[in-house]
């Protein structure tokens, strides 16, 4: 089993009454994830951060993650928000947390990227692998542009792939209103779906080393000329 340890962060509220469902949750992560990912990388450990910020968490789902290095993963809760016990009930904190442990598995290798293209491709592995150890088909975030608005999506993306800089919280978050939502997660998410199809034997549990360029140089054309067919 995968070595995730715990801990609670509580100067900002106590999460006493979710203690035992969170840790449960972590616990049947690992057994989902057991086996599924190389031995090196599941005999590495991971702490797992819990804490508890009202306000700073995806509204949508009252919770949040985030890694930013190799075996350190954060999971932002707010129980104070409408959707939180619902999001909890039916499995997004497993969800985020397998994303983000995929994050962490990554950091060992190839690491997250610093490019536009880069991050794509890392994010679109993390929600592919949530949906190889989870089951379904991604996330709202992985389905938002709307089939009118990917030519121009795509076409403003291909510019900036390999830029040294480029608008993260544009790409990702909505903080620029001229892109759609979470329009980052969506192209990520179907350039490595449309990456999988073309290589059966492939899946993202084996893929935390594979560099960004692999995957954008064979999926990126047929992934362009499938959706603007269908537009």
């Given amino acids: 089993m995968l070595d995730l340890r715990v801990h609670f962060l509580e100067a900002d509220g106590s999460l006493a009454p979710w203690r035992d469902q969170i ?12 086996g599924r990912v190389p031995d090196l990388e599941a005999a590495a450990p991971v702490d797992i951060i819990i804490e508890r910020r009202p306000g700073e968490v995806i509204p949508e789902l ?22 939180f016990e619902t999001s909890l009930a ?21 690491g997250y990227g610093s490019k536009l293209g880069e991050a794509l491709v890392t994010e679109g592995l993390a929600d592919a692998f949530d949906a190889e150890i989870n089951g379904g088909d991604g996330h709202a975030w992985n389905h938002a542009i709307a089939a ?6 795509l076409e403003r993306a291909e510019r900036q792939l390999w830029a040294e800089t480029y608008d ?14 979470w329009a980052g997660y969506t192209i990520g998410y179907h350039l490595v779906k449309t990456y999988l199809a073309a290589n059966p034997d492939a899946c993202p549990s084996r893929m935390t080393a594979t ?11 047929p992934l362009r000329a499938r959706l603007l067919a269908a537009a």
Wanted: proline share 5%; net charge neutral; with cysteine.
């Fill in 23 to 34: 840790l449960s949750v972590v616990r049947e992560t690992a057994e989902r994830i057991r």
């Fill in 62 to 83: 009252g919770l949040t993650g985030s890694c930013y290095r190799r075996g350190l993963v954060s999971l932002t809760l707010d129980p104070e928000n409408d959707n």
């Fill in 90 to 110: 039916s499995g997004h904190l497993l969800r985020t947390l397998t994303h983000e442990l995929h994050h962490s598995f990554r950091h060992a290798t190839c």
């Fill in 148 to 153: 009118a608005d990917w030519a121009g999506v």
């Fill in 168 to 181: 993260h919280p544009g790409w990702f978050y909505g903080a620029d209103r001229s892109l759609p939502r």
């Fill in 211 to 221: 560099p960004a360029s692999v995957v954008i140089g064979e999926a990126w054309v």
